[in-house]
Structures are given as structure tokens and as C-alpha cells.
């Protein structure tokens, strides 16, 4: 019986010394993320910003955002309303809020100085993400147009102009993002739910004033919108 025992006792402490071998191919949820960015799937619908009758919807996933901003824009960029609180307002803007209870709810976003022209404040909206992450259309509309985007005369991604399905005479463009291959001209995207490119990486190109808020380089994609240009016949 004493061998028996001490047979049972060297077999089972083998057995936990060394287990069972490692299995050859990692599962699913052991596999590095594309890009190395968890995919979490698309956005809750969420409005962000209006201009007039026009919602523009999170293009990121809420648990990906790293910050929300707006800055001028170039010339043409209309002014939008952001929706939500700003975050880095005045000391007696945030007692004013405070008595009076104002300020919003919802996201917090936050005002940036300068930016690329001399437009309207919120003329363009900067959405943080860390770079490889999904961006998806923030309207129901009609893709128009996929240019270059070029930053110091390199180019960078791409541009992409949406025809919003809601108010036709305007454009929406998402810069700072590569597009997915799949994505043509003429094809409909819905709000929130077609992904249309990835952030792309330009800390290295230049230096993203909304890093002052983030917990990274301040990676992000940009939102604009500007009138339709007028359709010229004959």
C-alpha cells in the first residue's frame, strides 16, 4: 500500500510540474488585435455636433475616444454646435454653470487655439483615437469623393467627402484616416455603422495640439463640413 501511495504521489507531482504541452496556435482571443488596436465594433450612435438640421454621429467607439476638440478650420469649413459640455472653459464660466445650471451634459469636449485657417472656432471637430482604430461614417449618406490628404506636400491617407442623405446641399470630409480598400465612390454608408478607414499615426509629422488632453501623441480624425459646390450645367 506505502508503494502504491507513493506511486500515486510521483505521477501526480509530474503531472503538475510540467502539465499539458502548449497548444501550437493561439485561439481567437489570444491573437494580437490588427494593428494592435482591440476591436470593439462600431460606435452607439452618439451625436457629437449639428450644423442646422445636419447630426454628425461618433465616429469612433465610445470606449476608444480618447478626447474631443475643435479648432478653426480653412476656409469654406462651416461653424458646428457641439453637443455635450466643454471641458476647459473659463473659472467664471464654470461658477456661472455651476449657479445657474447649465453646460450640458454628454461628452466633454474641449476648445483648441489656433488650427489650419481662419474659420469659425468649431469649424472642425478632432476625434481621438490611438492609431490603427476603426473610423466609421458619422452620417447616412453618399461617399463623393476619396483625395490625397497632404500634410507639408506628402501625403498622408486620404480625404473622404460624404454627401449627407439628410441635407444634400452640404459635404462632410474625414481627413487623417486611411480608408479601407474596399471603400469606391458612389457607395452608401449609414451612421455608426460603415467603417470607412483607420487613424492614422502623424505624430511623427507633426506635433496634435489635442495630445495637451489625451494620454497619448493626440492621434486623431478630423471632421469638417462645408457647402456642396454648385452644380454647373451646360
Known amino acids: 500500500m506505502l508503494l502504491l501511495l507513493s506511486a500515486v504521489v510521483v505521477v501526480t507531482l509530474v503531472l503538475t510540474a510540467f502539465g499539458s504541452p502548449p497548444s501550437a496556435t493561439p485561439t481567437a482571443a ?10 470593439t465594433g462600431p460606435p452607439r450612435p452618439q451625436v457629437v455636433a449639428t450644423h442646422g438640421a445636419l447630426a454628425l454621429t461618433l465616429p469612433i467607439a465610445q470606449a476608444q475616444v480618447t478626447a474631443v476638440a475643435y479648432h478653426p478650420a480653412g476656409t469654406g469649413a462651416l461653424a458646428l454646435r457641439p453637443v455635450g459640455r466643454r471641458g476647459n472653459q473659463g473659472l467664471v ?9 447649465g453646460g450640458g451634459s454628454g461628452l466633454t469636449w474641449y476648445q483648441l487655439a ?11 471637430l478632432a476625434v481621438g483615437a490611438a492609431p490603427a482604430t476603426a ?3 458619422p452620417v447616412d449618406g453618399t461617399v463623393i469623393a476619396i483625395d490625397d490628404y497632404v500634410v507639408n506636400g506628402r501625403t498622408f491617407g486620404a480625404r473622404i467627402d460624404i454627401s449627407p442623405s439628410a441635407a444634400p446641399s452640404l459635404v462632410v470630409s ?3 484616416l486611411a480608408p479601407v480598400r474596399s471603400l469606391s465612390v458612389g457607395d452608401g454608408v449609414t451612421a455608426a ?11 511623427g509629422v507633426e506635433r496634435q495640439a489635442l495630445a495637451r488632453y489625451t494620454q497619448d501623441a493626440g492621434n486623431h480624425v478630423t471632421l469638417e ?3 456642396a459646390a454648385p452644380v454647373t450645367l451646360g
Open 114 to 124: 489656433g488650427g489650419n485657417g481662419g474659420g469659425p472656432a468649431t469649424s472642425a
Open 193 to 203: 455603422r460603415t467603417r470607412i478607414g483607420r487613424v492614422l499615426d502623424l505624430s
Open 93 to 101: 464660466r464654470r461658477l456661472l454653470d455651476r449657479v445657474l445650471g
Open 174 to 176: 474625414l481627413t487623417r
Open 30 to 39: 489570444q491573437r494580437p488585435p490588427l494593428g494592435g488596436v482591440p476591436e
Open 225 to 227: 463640413v462645408r457647402a
Open 135 to 137: 473610423v466609421y461614417a
